[in-house]
């Protein structure tokens, strides 16, 4: 009686979050703490019911890569390390470092500006706290580059349900940007907001399926300063408007077809309130070899169909807001990559320490974004590349 | 969603409203675990887990996130970046 | 967010079971008789063990809590011994080679019984991964323990002293 009392009680502190998210229009832009400590509440009286599954900490793990992007003039090279350890069995605790040291002449440097190198750098550091069957992760990061400055800050709370088969998790994100010019300094700003559920449901003893929702809430200067969109042919300085909502949709299946193989398959639903829509289609095999060989190949279709409702190659009116930005286009991407991984020193639960190596290639060819040097459609090839080490301990 | 399944609409918030309610008022009406904890020896595999690699996740949702317009719902938390 | 997101989310929150599961083996029952073979080669049998306080412990190679708490067991079993206490640590991986190669390394010295066919796992309707049954000298349950978390060694220790005691 207790538990369906404690229930009860949960589901309507829930119903009272949402109200307040609800409350605000147009993709709940600023969520309020209250609404957050609602939702965290009604988790917290269900906690307390069911009975007691341990959920497992994060394993402790020590990674370091190095990354490649090479495509359409920009190349993307850097250093990746994370750290995470955990702390008698309650907290674990991670540390992470990220590089991107970038060399850019894409189209639109090319065409428009000159080519440039800078580097980007990012710390994040996350915590990561287990309780009963709930696993509560917090997290911060801060990305600097000469002319933005990125803070991130996620709390993430996954809760096992029905004997451990199905997971669910809430997640919520607020990013609070600096916006520059290496000319002018910073600016402006700009604020992200991102809500996110997900599901995890087992199957059989073979197969499991997940299926997530997000909704990203973008507030402030959304554009590039250093982007022109074309208007009659003349370079004007984009105009882009200063809120966006999104919203996506993924569904994903995973499943070991024989012993030692499985394969994956995802698709994800894109729409936002820029008429952008965009539809990405995963598919994944994974499978051992011999002793301690994993080998994984992979294909992602992305095609983005509705490209955003001021986009325009070259506007042949004058609209409040225009952009030549050839994200927001419309546009295919296709890629097939494979991963390798050797397990190279291994100790059943004490440690393991493993050597991968990615590569991908992919295509992307746009259908309302010319490139002005040819004036045909614009298209590139990319590779992308990793090489990281992984121990296990 | 609502403008692009408008015939779903009402449907889906009628089915939804549905199961709510029954879980809510029936509360265990719920079917057994059909996989218990024993057998879930091969979901323990690194093979069927959802994301190996963190760092090598992150690396590669934020290549896509950077070139296309399209963002969420991949599972990977990463930072803002002024990539545009 | 919308009614849709709303529903959902009520809709899930909502069917989280608020009932325990439906133990065919609970606390004051006879415990069910199986016969093993156990790593060293020979069949144990339960019912040989009335008249010592028996944990009935069923682990795996893949499950983390497991190997977390077998340390602790170890040192139980250590401890009561030659009080007539005993550990029964049913292992229900399908290669029992990986068993073998943990219960070496975790310096398992209690009888390491293999059920890869999971009929004892089903007799005892398992409902989470480990779980400890604790029986006494008479062959009946007196406690079961589903999971591992900290300090549940202490209630072990507590929980055996008293059977012991009887």
Known sequence: ?393 | MRRHFPFLWPALRGALAGIAMTAALGGCAMPEPWVKPYERERLADPLMKIQRDALSAKHLEHVREVREGARGATGVQGGGCGCN | MTTIARLLFTALLAALPAFGANAVVTASTSAPDFTLPSLGGENVRLQEQRGRVVMINFWASWCGPCREEMPHLSRLYEKYRASGFTVLAINIDEDPLKAARLAQQLGMRFPVLLDTGKQVSRTYDLSAMPSTVLVDREGRVRHVHRGYRDGYAETYDRQIRDLLRE
Do not use: C
């Open chain 1, 1 to 393: 009686m207790a538990a369906i009392e404690r229930l009860r009680r949960a589901v309507w502190r829930v119903q009272r979050a949402l109200r307040a998210l609800g409350q605000r229009r147009g993709g709940a832009r600023a969520l309020p703490f209250a609404a957050t400590a609602h939702v965290l509440g009604a988790l917290g009286g269900l906690l307390g019911a069911g009975q007691a599954q341990a959920v497992d900490l994060p394993e402790d793990r020590a990674e370091l890569m190095y990354h490649l992007y090479d495509g359409g003039g920009v190349r993307a090279v850097g250093p990746a390390v994370l750290v995470r350890k955990s702390l008698l069995n309650k907290v674990s605790l991670s540390a992470l470092y990220y590089a991107d040291i970038v060399s850019n002449a894409s189209i639109d440097v090319v065409t428009t500006a000159s080519p440039y190198r800078e580097t980007r750098n990012e710390f994040g550091v996350a915590a990561d706290y287990a309780v009963r069957d709930a696993l509560i992760t917090l997290s911060a990061a801060r990305s600097t580059e000469p002319d933005y400055i990125a803070n991130t800050y996620n709390l993430d709370v996954t809760q096992e349900v029905f004997a451990g088969m199905t997971s669910v998790s809430l997640g919520f994100t607020y990013g609070s940007d600096e916006v520059g010019r290496k000319d002018l300094g910073f600016f402006d700003s700009a604020k992200h907001w991102r809500y996110r559920l997900g599901l995890t449901q087992i199957l059989t003893p073979r197969w499991l399926a997940t299926a997530n929702f997000e909704v990203v809430s973008d507030d402030g200067y959304l554009g590039n300063p250093y982007r022109v969109a074309l208007v009659f042919g003349a370079a004007v300085p984009e105009r882009v408007p200063s809120t966006r909502s999104s919203r996506a949709l993924r569904f994903r299946v995973i499943g070991e077809v024989v012993p030692g193989m499985s394969v994956r398959g995802a698709y994800r639903y894109f729409w936002d309130n820029w008429d952008i829509t965009a539809h990405t289609f995963d598919l994944g095999v994974s499978r051992r070899f011999g002793e301690g060989w994993l080998v994984d190949a992979y294909a992602r279709a992305y095609r983005q169909t509705d490209s955003a409702l001021f986009f325009s190659d070259n506007a042949t009116a004058e609209t409040l807001y225009v952009s030549r930005n050839r994200q927001l286009s419309k546009f295919d991407s296709n890629a097939i990559g494979t991963q390798a991984t050797w397990t190279w020193l291994r100790v059943p639960g004490r440690y393991e320490v493993r050597l991968s190596g990615l590569l991908e290639y992919g295509k992307t060819s746009f259908s309302n974004f010319t490139d002005l040097r040819t004036g045909r459609p614009y298209s590139f090839n990319a590779t992308v590349a990793q090489v990281f080490v992984s121990a296990d301990f």
